[in-house]
């Protein structure tokens, strides 16, 4: 089944500018999670937001969250060419973590 | 701390010859187990889970089966390769089950069937 979907599938930018990606969900969650995956490597957590909080920070990382329009974002400020990677939502369905399809973020310097 | 090991990290099989990919988890116990599928350009596909030894639940009907013969190895395997398992085998490990908390991810397998 497929729960999030990320908008848009691909983004690219310049260095120092802001990075906006998306994530639409169908069900009730309990938490949202963004992931991060460098090319053919696996993929590492960046940020839980919980379904009580409608918006978290880590670093150059801004996350909201929609519950009432089941949606989130993805906020990376002052971009740098390490940023270029693909970016996952993911939400809790059946006891089990399912991925959206991603966005391909890619930076240039 | 905890590490996730992945292998093979690359392999070319050809159609109908048979697959394991292992994954281990170290510096924790009685982790839940994932296998997941990423195909070119795309999303995640859970494919195994496992709360425990012997514990398989499968995700999509499909050519591959898991099993979890001790409480931190876990493998993929199958019988006879199809072309269309072609993929990115991604393993991960999480704490709290019930995807509460973040997954921790290997650093995947990439499978070509020729």
């Known amino acids: 089944s497929q729960q999030g979907e990320e908008d848009p599938q691909a983004l690219s930018i310049q260095e120092g500018e802001n990075a906006t990606m998306n994530c639409s969900y169908k069900t009730s969650i309990n938490n949202l999670q963004w992931y991060r995956q460098n090319s053919g490597r696996g993929l590492v957590h960046l940020i839980l937001i919980r379904s009580n909080e409608r918006e978290k920070h880590s670093g150059r990382l801004r996350v909201t969250l929609d519950t009432s329009k089941k949606s989130s974002s993805l906020l990376i400020t002052a971009s740098r060419a390490a940023d270029t990677a693909s970016y996952f939502c993911a939400t809790p369905e059946g006891g089990k973590l399912i991925f959206g399809q991603g966005t391909e973020l890619s930076v240039k310097p | 701390s905890q590490t996730i090991h992945q292998w093979p990290a690359t392999l070319v099989q050809p159609v109908g010859s048979p697959l394991s990919l292992e994954c281990t988890v170290e510096g924790t116990s009685n982790p839940n187990l994932y296998w997941y599928r990423q195909a070119a350009g795309r999303g995640l596909q859970l494919l195994f889970y496992?709360?425990?030894?012997?514990?398989i639940s499968s995700e999509v009907p499909q050519n591959l089966s898991a099993s979890r013969p001790q409480d931190r190895q876990f493998i993929l395997s199958s019988k006879k390769l199809l072309l269309s398992d072609s993929g990115f085998y991604l393993c991960?490990?999480?704490?709290?089950?019930?995807?509460?908390?973040?997954?921790?991810f290997g650093e995947g397998s990439r499978l070509t069937v020729l």
């Open positions: 991960a490990w999480d704490r709290t089950g019930l995807a509460t908390g973040e997954l921790f």
């Open positions: 496992s709360v425990g030894i012997g514990q």
